[in-house]
């Protein structure tokens, strides 16, 4: 593929986009011997009550020391993963992983609760979450409440039927769902009332990152009293400040999750303060 330039030559595509599509393709090559060899790492984000102290549970995240190009951070491979459809495949992996931690926290009479990410394209009728989610929480013994379902908030948008029968599925057999990366721009306020979710995740880092901090306060305060009115939780993430944790227990989110607590990380590390 050549593209013309101004000069009247051509340009051979650009060499960092080539590099980027062989990386890509390298990274979904290599992703199923990288399940096997434990490249692949499940780490935990500790989330906390603020009001209390307590731990509460945490959010899985999952990590690459790829052989080639070290540590990968999800926002490089999971875009690669997306369209080359073997998500899914790191997804289970992560899922049975931390089912096999909840049981053993278990037997250790720690009782956690933690947070795993669904991708856009694990949502589809073939996939059936429901059937996957209820025989490996059976597998490992785990109670379906220890498992909370994050499905980001763009994922609500493409098949919204499709997915309000999944979520509510997956509630009436006990697992908490929760809207993940809520304020990132694409959700509509119609959505709340039509999606039956347990728990909204309400990002800062979209509300405060850019433009007016003063006017970003205001909205994060709204719709923590919004949420909390139409009868769901909020977790607060990308909390990273004291003046932020200390806004969002004054206007009721009490559960958050944040650089200011905690980062990523792994299982050995957090079994030391769980
Ligand atoms: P997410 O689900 O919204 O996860 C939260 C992300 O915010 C994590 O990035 C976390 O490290 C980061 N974070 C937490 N607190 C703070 C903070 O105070 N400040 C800042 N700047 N960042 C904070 P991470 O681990 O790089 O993951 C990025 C995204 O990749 C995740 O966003 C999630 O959508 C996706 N992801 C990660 N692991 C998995 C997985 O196992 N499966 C799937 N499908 N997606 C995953
Ligand atoms: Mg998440
Ligand atoms: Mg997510
Ligand atoms: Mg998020």
Redesign the pocket.
Same mark, same amino acid.
């Given at each position: 593929r050549a593209n013309k330039t101004g000069k009247g030559g051509y340009e051979f595509y650009n060499a960092d986009q080539w590099r980027k599509e062989r990386r890509d393709a390298d990274i979904s090559s290599h992703l199923s011997i990288a399940l096997q060899s434990g490249e692949i790492q +499940?780490?935990y984000?500790p989330q906390v009550n603020y009001e209390t102290g307590e731990l509460v549970g945490a959010?899985?995240?999952?990590?690459w020391k790829h052989a080639t190009f070290g540590w990968l951070?999800? =926002?490089e491979f999971?875009p690669a993963l997306e369209e080359s459809g073997l998500?899914y495949d790191? !997804?289970c992996y +992560?899922w049975e992983q931390v089912c096999r931690d909840l049981q053993r926290w278990n037997e250790q009479g720690r009782r956690l609760a933690v947070s795993?990410? *669904? =991708?856009r394209s &694990?949502v589809r009728d073939d996939k059936n979450l429901l059937e996957h989610f209820t025989s490996l929480v059976q597998r490992y013994g785990v109670d379906p409440s220890q498992l909370h379902i994050?499905i980001?908030e763009t994922v609500y948008m493409s098949d919204p039927e499709l997915l309000i029968r999944t979520v509510s599925r997956l509630r009436e057999h006990g697992f908490l769902v929760e809207m !993940? !990366?809520f304020g990132s721009g694409y959700s509509s306020l119609n959505m709340l009332k039509e999606m039956p979710v347990d728990r909204i995740?309400l &990002?800062l880092?979209f509300l405060t990152e850019t433009g007016d901090q003063v006017k970003g306060g205001i909205i994060v305060n709204h719709v923590v009293k919004m949420v909390r009115a139409l009868g769901m939780d909020i977790l607060a993430? @990308? *909390?990273?400040t004291v003046d932020q944790a200390a806004n969002l227990l004054e206007c009721g989110c009490l559960e958050m999750? @944040?650089?200011?607590f905690y980062?990523?990380m792994n299982v050995r590390e957090f079994e030391r303060i769980a």
């Open positions: +499940v780490w984000q959010e899985a995240l999952c990590r951070s999800p =926002a999971i998500i790191l !997804d +992560v795993v990410n *669904v =991708a &694990d994050e980001t !993940d !990366d995740k &990002d880092r993430e @990308g *909390v990273e999750q @944040g650089f200011y980062k990523p």
